[in-house]
Protein backbone atom coordinates (compact mmCIF):
# COMPACT_ATOMS: atom_id res chain seq x y z
CA UNK A 1 0.00 0.00 0.00
CA UNK A 2 1.16 3.78 -1.08
CA UNK A 3 0.44 6.52 1.10
CA UNK A 4 0.23 10.24 0.50
CA UNK A 5 -1.00 12.42 3.55
CA UNK A 6 -1.35 16.06 3.93
CA UNK A 7 -2.51 18.39 6.57
CA UNK A 8 -4.18 21.59 7.12
CA UNK A 9 -1.64 22.16 9.27
CA UNK A 10 1.42 21.43 6.89
CA UNK A 11 -0.88 24.03 4.45
CA UNK A 12 -0.91 26.53 7.31
CA UNK A 13 2.60 26.54 8.25
CA UNK A 14 4.12 28.09 5.37
CA UNK A 15 5.06 25.82 2.26
CA UNK A 16 2.61 22.93 1.32
CA UNK A 17 3.69 19.94 1.55
CA UNK A 18 2.67 15.75 1.19
CA UNK A 19 4.25 13.24 2.91
CA UNK A 20 4.45 9.78 0.95
CA UNK A 21 5.34 6.35 1.09
CA UNK A 22 5.67 3.41 -0.80
CA UNK A 23 4.65 0.57 1.59
CA UNK A 24 4.12 -1.75 2.52
CA UNK A 25 5.48 0.27 5.66
CA UNK A 26 8.21 -1.24 7.93
CA UNK A 27 7.48 0.84 11.11
CA UNK A 28 6.17 -1.80 12.88
CA UNK A 29 6.98 -5.07 11.09
CA UNK A 30 10.20 -6.41 8.93
CA UNK A 31 11.16 -5.12 5.57
CA UNK A 32 8.73 -6.70 3.05
CA UNK A 33 11.25 -8.64 0.65
CA UNK A 34 9.55 -11.11 -2.15
CA UNK A 35 11.92 -13.81 -1.19
CA UNK A 36 12.03 -16.58 0.09
CA UNK A 37 8.38 -16.93 0.34
CA UNK A 38 7.45 -15.37 -3.21
CA UNK A 39 10.11 -16.05 -5.52
CA UNK A 40 7.90 -17.70 -8.29
CA UNK A 41 5.92 -14.55 -8.34
CA UNK A 42 6.14 -12.43 -11.84
CA UNK A 43 6.93 -8.73 -10.73
CA UNK A 44 8.82 -6.84 -13.42
CA UNK A 45 9.78 -3.38 -12.48
CA UNK A 46 9.02 -4.36 -8.61
CA UNK A 47 11.54 -3.93 -6.34
CA UNK A 48 13.03 -7.21 -4.30
CA UNK A 49 12.47 -5.44 -1.10
CA UNK A 50 10.81 -2.77 0.10
CA UNK A 51 13.00 -0.67 2.64
CA UNK A 52 11.50 2.71 1.93
CA UNK A 53 10.93 5.64 4.10
CA UNK A 54 8.54 8.46 4.54
CA UNK A 55 9.57 11.32 1.83
CA UNK A 56 8.31 14.99 2.38
CA UNK A 57 7.20 16.23 -0.80
CA UNK A 58 7.23 20.16 -0.77
CA UNK A 59 4.33 20.86 -3.03
CA UNK A 60 4.86 24.28 -5.39
CA UNK A 61 1.85 26.43 -6.36
CA UNK A 62 0.54 26.47 -10.15
CA UNK A 63 2.06 28.65 -12.13
CA UNK A 64 0.61 30.59 -15.15
CA UNK A 65 2.15 29.94 -18.61
Known sequence: ????????SMIRDGVPRTLAICGPTHEQQDVFA???????????????KFPFSWVDMPVSPPTSA
Open 1 to 8: MDAKVTSW
Open 34 to 48: WAPKFVNVTRDGVPD
